[in-house]
């Protein structure tokens, strides 16, 4: 989850420091497999991280669930 200067993981660290965004949704899409990438999301408070490839099942499954949950502080599981 890198994006030039910043990974996914510090942008999303950003989002929910703000109060207005703070529950909103955020699934992450990362081709990296790194030992801790998908525990560092989800202390970071992401939603969801998904492992390129995925299915568009395994894709709509983190989606209905982190819509679903919106409200919910529980991080839902990764799928690969």
Do not use: W
């Not at 994006?3 to 899409?29: C, H, N, W, Y």
Request: glycine content about 6%; aromatic content about 6%; proline content about 6%.
């Amino acid at each position: 989850f890198h994006l030039g200067d910043m990974t996914g993981v510090d942008i999303l660290k950003r989002v929910r420091a703000e109060e207005s965004s703070a529950q909103v949704p955020f699934i992450l899409i990362s081709s990296d497999v790194g030992p801790n990438d998908a525990q560092l999301a989800k202390e970071a408070g992401a939603s969801g991280y998904l492992l390129k490839p995925f299915s568009l099942q395994n894709l709509l499954s983190i989606l209905a669930f982190a819509l679903e949950d919106v409200n919910d502080s529980s991080p839902i599981p990764s799928k690969s």
